[in-house]
């Protein structure tokens, strides 16, 4: 059977994080967005739990390409509800990531947008995220625009 | 009885919010930080009891003067738990906003400390927000530093 760029696309499945993702190089991929040493599989199970008790409010999505069993891009977004805009809820996009050898077949456009849908399907007025001068580009092509500027303070 | 600085500063009560705020005027001071129409009693109880199923994972904290019975100041931190940085929590700091008539008395800088020492005991490895760069002066007082941009997408 001919491999045609289809099948290499059909094989992307876009889907909710699943306990078993740990497996599947969960955690070695968000080591290329930053610090994140090994984590214990109980360790991982107990924040899995803790993050899955917040259900729609918090969602991780990821890309398996079915063909390796690996996770290629992963991104999240939780809901904060506020009083403000009428008890409005907006949504907060972090940890958007994909695998090195997976750049250029627009996987970050398509986690950024399912977890945009998602926050608007959760009656979101809004969906915002912090990113470097470097990214502005990429969110733009995903429909957002530059607003403020961040602000941080480490405690470690 | 003369009425010293030192009185004024002590009517000035930091506590985090309570459900009977909204008839001290909760909702008119964040009218002064974005759209906020009025919101029903009934409304305002159920978006609190929502937020307060979160427990300390949603503070939102306000500054009473008692003389007036008036919310003066307010601003919310969410932890927010992560995978990356060995499981780590951010904590996200939102919606601060000090009553038009009781500026220059640092009760921003109160209100951001707070919530900072908020998300610092519960384990954040850091704290975020996003402002204005004409705000920016005001969070380096407070000490934090610019490190991104904001991006934001509207579905309103």
Same mark, same amino acid.
């Not at 050898?101 to 456009?109: D, N």
């Not at 502005?136 to 995903?142: I, L, N, S, T, V």
């Given at each position: 059977m001919?491999?045609?760029?289809n099948?290499v696309e059909d094989s992307?499945?876009i889907r909710k994080?699943?306990?078993?993702?740990?497996?599947?190089?969960?955690?070695?991929?968000?080591?290329?967005?930053?610090?994140?040493?090994?984590?214990?599989?109980?360790?991982?199970?107990?924040?899995?739990?803790?993050?899955?008790?917040?259900?729609?409010?918090? /969602?991780?999505? =990821? +890309?398996? #390409?079915?063909?390796?069993?690996?996770?290629?891009?992963?991104?999240s977004?939780?809901?904060? @509800?506020?009083?403000?805009?009428?008890?409005?809820?907006a949504?907060?996009?972090?940890d958007?990531?994909v695998?090195s050898?997976?750049?250029?077949?627009?996987?970050?456009?398509r986690?950024?947008?399912?977890?945009?849908?998602?926050?608007?399907?959760?009656? /979101?007025?809004? =969906? +915002?995220? #912090?990113?470097t001068?470097?990214?502005?580009?990429?969110?733009?092509?995903?429909?957002?625009? @530059?607003k403020?500027?961040?602000m941080v303070?480490?405690?470690v």
């Open positions: 001919m491999q045609s760029e099948s992307l499945h994080l699943e306990v078993t993702d740990k497996e599947k190089g969960f955690i070695e991929l968000l080591r290329q967005l930053t610090v994140c040493d090994s984590v214990s599989d109980e360790k991982f199970k107990e924040r899995f739990e803790e993050i899955a008790k917040y259900g729609d409010d918090h /969602c991780i999505c =990821v +890309i398996e #390409d079915v063909r390796s069993g690996k996770i290629v891009a992963t991104g977004v939780f809901i904060e @509800k506020k009083f403000v805009r009428n008890c409005g809820k949504g907060h996009i972090e958007v990531v695998d050898s997976a750049r250029g077949m627009q996987l970050g456009k986690i950024v947008e399912y977890l945009a849908d998602h926050a608007h399907s959760m009656g /979101c007025y809004k =969906v +915002i995220l #912090d990113c001068e470097e990214n502005r580009p990429f969110y733009e092509k995903c429909g957002f625009k @530059k403020e500027i961040q303070k480490y405690f």
